[in-house]
């Protein structure tokens, strides 16, 4: 990844704790700063600074960073002092090895002579923590009043430990180094300065351990130690999974994709407090729980990895809302948008600790225990979440706007997201011409979930709840919302359904990839099925890459904007399955292959999202410059390109 000053950042990754760093280990990010550098827990930055001297100097880069994200290994990189040059090699070489554990960063690094007399090794680490919020460091310009915090900074036998405290928040960051260091200094700025000298003797070798550990949590013993244990977990996750061998780049996508997943996943709380890890959304910026993004993970993974599944449906059951609470966008049965952890989330001055600004994670939740359910043959967790679906229904049939508008309908939040379907940046969903629908917003895509859910959900009340009168009665919502779709969301003179109907029930016509994913769900008839999958492969809708967004050609239509013609693979992924489900192998395929194509000139990985240039025009995908680095959709997208394709 790199910065928004362009400056290359490697990105260690473990559950809920990332860190970015520089091509030579360290951290430069000043307080109050914007940058991505640091050492990041649950929304909060706890290392800001991280910075080496040698001999009073920053050392030079002899090896860059390097970083094995594909087992996540250990980071490593080669230093040498500043100074010398061919004809005076330098005195010494300085190794540094780093990871990162659940809430802790460890380094070991190795101080190596290569001169044949004895000498000493000035060394000084520079370190800090700013706890500063990830919505601090957003790129909207926003300030957040903190009346109350305390920081403090206290010297320890071996390291400093470093406080912030805002009335009922408190967050710790302790530094520790093993041999202990010989002073901690005060620089004038708040950081403190670890200091070492170190005797070498000819040829000799030192070797120094530092622990980083937010909020009091467990202590890695080494790099070493972390990266085994990591790759365990890896290696565990992806264990059992038949890859196709008749098609080596998917399954090198595959198994990428099984990587990545495995550690992206966070801790979360079932109903009764149990412990589950669900698939976070996204690094850096979206290292949380976002309901969409869980479920449609673990619908990707269901047939290779049901546990992700069995992990999201109760954790998604535990968040659900239970009252009205307007902030929040919270109705009852409702289900969770997105969950912070951070202060500002806690003091509530951004909504997300729990927000529910979200119209498809309801019927999607529904959609993935019908799934489960069917796929795995157990019946304990559909039975055990019978009140959290029927909750969910009820939502979506009272607040959700199937009775009373006869879709699924959300109105902007203004103080959260004007838009609450996937494409949720501003003014996605629009016309042709680019102009914003206005007013309460009926998306097609949604529409389409909603009929998946009324269908599995009939099937569970009749098979597992043994409830026939239920289950006709969404039986019979579900043919209601198929007739009215075809009848209002056709747009006869294109062939093609619109994006959305506004506030009057006028239809938003912008020709957009939301179309694919109602095959996804079955909601069109055979004939109108097989006409719109064939139209998404036209040269205006498929990049070569994968299906744009919007369709170029249209006013709407930017190949830079997020959501406006865009590439996205979790996006192609459910047109993928889609298409499948329609019989239109070959087009299933085409899309496969762009994307499998894209995951190999990205070095394997499907990012987030592409930019929608043509790919005859580059050799290669453009990337979009904001996306997540790692993304679980896009992880878990070859998954479902297996499974509409297989190899």
Same mark, same amino acid.
């Given at each position: 990844?790199?910065?928004?000053?362009g400056?290359?950042?490697?990105?260690?990754?473990?559950?809920?704790?990332?860190?970015?760093m520089?091509?030579?280990? /360290?951290?430069?990010?000043?307080r109050?700063?914007?940058?991505?550098?640091?050492?990041?827990v649950?929304?909060?930055r706890?290392?800001?600074?991280?910075?080496?001297?040698?001999?009073?100097? /920053?050392?030079?880069?002899?090896?860059?960073?390097?970083?094995?994200?594909?087992t996540?290994?250990?980071?490593?990189?080669?230093?040498?002092p500043?100074?010398?040059?061919?004809?005076?090699?330098?005195?010494?070489?300085?190794?540094?090895?780093?990871?990162?554990?659940?809430?802790?960063?460890?380094e070991?690094?190795?101080?190596?002579?290569?001169?044949?007399?004895?000498?000493?090794? +000035?060394?000084?680490?520079?370190?800090?923590?700013?706890?500063?919020?990830?919505?601090e460091?957003?790129?909207?310009?926003?300030?957040?009043?903190?009346?109350?915090?305390?920081r403090? +900074?206290?010297v320890?036998?071996?390291?400093v430990?470093?406080?912030?405290?805002r009335?009922?928040?408190r967050?710790?960051?302790?530094?520790?180094?093993?041999?202990?260091?010989?002073?901690?200094?005060?620089?004038?700025?708040?950081a403190r300065?670890?200091?070492?000298?170190?005797?070498?003797?000819?040829?000799d070798?030192?070797?120094?351990?530092?622990?980083?550990?937010?909020?009091g949590?467990?202590?890695p013993l080494?790099?070493?130690?972390?990266?085994?244990?990591?790759?365990?977990?890896?290696?565990?996750?992806?264990?059992?999974?038949?890859?196709?061998?008749?098609?080596?780049?998917?399954?090198?996508?595959?198994?990428?994709?099984?990587?990545?997943?495995?550690?992206?996943?966070?801790p979360?709380?079932?109903p009764?407090?149990?412990?589950?890890?669900?698939?976070a /959304?996204?690094?850096?910026?979206?290292l949380?729980?976002?309901?969409?993004?869980?479920?449609?993970?673990?619908?990707?993974?269901l047939?290779?990895?049901?546990?992700?599944?069995?992990?999201?449906?109760?954790?998604?059951?535990?968040?659900?809302?239970?009252?009205?609470?307007?902030?929040?966008?919270?109705?009852?049965?409702?289900?969770?948008?997105?969950?912070?952890?951070?202060?500002?989330?806690?003091?509530?001055?951004?909504?997300?600790?729990?927000?529910?600004?979200?119209?498809?994670?309801?019927?999607?939740?529904?959609?993935?225990?019908?799934?489960?359910?069917?796929?795995?043959?157990?019946?304990?967790? /559909?039975?055990?979440?019978?009140?959290?679906?029927?909750a969910?229904v009820?939502?979506?049939?009272?607040?959700?706007?199937?009775?009373?508008?006869?879709?699924?309908?959300?109105?902007?939040?203004?103080?959260?997201?004007a838009?609450?379907?996937?494409?949720?940046?501003?003014?996605?969903?629009?016309?042709?011409?680019?102009?914003?629908?206005?007013?309460?917003?009926?998306?097609?895509?949604?529409?389409?979930?909603?009929?998946?859910?009324?269908?599995?959900?009939?099937a569970?009340?009749?098979?597992?709840?043994?409830?026939?009168?239920?289950?006709?009665?969404?039986?019979?919502?579900?043919a209601?919302?198929?007739?009215?779709?075809?009848?209002?969301?056709?747009?006869?003179?294109?062939?093609?359904p619109?994006?959305?109907?506004?506030?009057?029930?006028?239809q938003?016509?912008?020709?957009?990839?939301?179309?694919?994913?109602?095959?996804?769900?079955?909601?069109?008839?055979?004939?109108?099925g097989?006409?719109?999958?064939?139209?998404?492969?036209?040269?205006?809708?498929?990049?070569?890459?994968?299906?744009?967004?919007v369709?170029?050609?249209?006013?709407?239509?930017?190949?830079?904007?997020?959501?406006?013609?865009?590439?996205?693979?979790?996006?192609?992924?459910?047109?993928?399955?889609?298409?499948?489900?329609y019989?239109?192998?070959?087009?299933a395929?085409?899309?496969?292959?762009?994307?499998?194509?894209?995951?190999?000139?990205?070095?394997?990985?499907?990012?987030?999202?592409?930019?929608?240039?043509?790919?005859?025009?580059?050799?290669?995908?453009?990337?979009?410059?904001?996306?997540?680095?790692?993304?679980? +959709?896009?992880?878990?997208?070859?998954l479902?390109?297996?499974?509409?394709?297989?190899?």
């Open positions: 990844m790199t910065d928004e000053h400056h290359a950042r490697q990105l260690l990754v473990r559950g809920a704790t990332f860190a970015a520089d091509a030579g280990g /360290a951290l430069t990010a000043v109050g700063g914007s940058s991505m550098d640091g050492l990041f649950r929304d909060a706890h290392l800001c600074r991280w910075q080496l001297t040698a001999d009073g100097a /920053a050392p030079d880069v002899l090896s860059r960073m390097t970083y094995d994200d594909a996540g290994g250990a980071a490593r990189c080669v230093l040498v500043r100074g010398g040059g061919r004809q005076e090699p330098a005195a010494y070489t300085l190794f540094r090895e780093q990871a990162v554990g659940e809430g802790s960063f460890v070991l690094l190795r101080v190596v002579s290569n001169r044949p007399e004895p000498m000493t090794v +000035r060394l000084a680490l520079t370190v800090d923590a700013d706890f500063a919020d990830q919505f460091l957003r790129a909207d310009h926003r300030t957040y009043v903190k009346t109350g915090a305390v403090t +900074r206290d320890l036998d071996d390291g430990e470093f406080t912030y405290t009335g009922d928040w967050s710790s960051t302790t530094v520790t180094s093993e041999p202990a260091p010989d002073a901690v200094e005060e620089t004038g700025t708040g300065r670890l200091v070492w000298a170190l005797d070498l003797d000819p040829l070798s030192a070797e120094l351990t530092l622990r980083v550990v937010a909020n949590g467990r202590a080494s790099p070493a130690s972390v990266a085994a244990e990591l790759a365990d977990t890896v290696r565990d996750f992806a264990a059992g999974v038949e890859l196709p061998g008749a098609w080596p780049e998917l399954a090198a996508a595959c198994s990428r994709g099984l990587a990545d997943l495995a550690v992206l996943r966070v979360a709380a079932g009764d407090g149990e412990r589950q890890l669900v698939p /959304a996204g690094v850096p910026w979206f949380t729980l976002l309901g969409r993004d869980a479920l449609l993970t673990s619908l990707f993974a047939p290779y990895r049901p546990e992700l599944a069995a992990a999201t449906l109760p954790v998604l059951a535990a968040t659900q809302a239970t009252e009205r609470i307007d902030g929040a966008v919270a109705q009852p049965g409702k289900i969770v948008h997105e969950v912070r952890h951070g202060e500002l989330a806690h003091f509530g001055q951004v909504p997300y600790g729990r927000y529910y600004g979200s119209v498809d994670a309801t019927p999607l939740f529904l959609v993935l225990l019908g799934a489960y359910t069917e796929q795995t043959a157990d019946l304990r967790l /559909a039975r055990r979440l019978e009140p959290a679906a029927r969910a009820g939502w979506m049939l009272d607040h959700g706007g199937l009775t009373s508008r006869g879709y699924l309908v959300y109105r902007a939040d203004q103080g959260g997201l838009n609450q379907n996937w494409k949720d940046s501003p003014g996605a969903i629009c016309c042709a011409d680019g102009s914003r629908a206005t007013g309460p917003v009926m998306a097609a895509g949604a529409q389409g979930y909603a009929y998946d859910a009324l269908r599995r959900t009939a569970l009340a009749r098979t597992v709840w043994d409830d026939v009168v239920y289950a006709e009665l969404l039986e019979q919502a579900a209601d919302l198929r007739d009215r779709f075809l009848r209002d969301f056709w747009m006869a003179e294109h062939g093609f619109a994006l959305a109907l506004d506030g009057d029930g006028r938003v016509d912008a020709l957009a990839s939301d179309a694919g994913h109602l095959l996804w769900s079955g909601l069109l008839d055979k004939e109108y097989e006409a719109v999958g064939r139209r998404l492969l036209e040269p205006d809708f498929f990049s070569g890459w994968g299906v744009r967004t369709a170029s050609g249209q006013a709407a239509y930017h190949p830079l904007s997020y959501h406006r013609g865009s590439v996205w693979p979790h996006d192609n992924a459910l047109i993928a399955l889609g298409l499948a489900r019989g239109l192998h070959d087009e395929r085409a899309v496969a292959q762009g994307l499998v194509s894209a995951a190999g000139a990205c070095g394997g990985r499907l990012p987030e999202v592409l930019a929608g240039y043509e790919r005859e025009a580059y050799p290669a995908p453009v990337p979009y410059p904001y996306a997540c680095v790692r993304e679980s +959709r896009s992880a878990a997208a070859p479902a390109l297996l499974s509409a394709v297989g190899g």
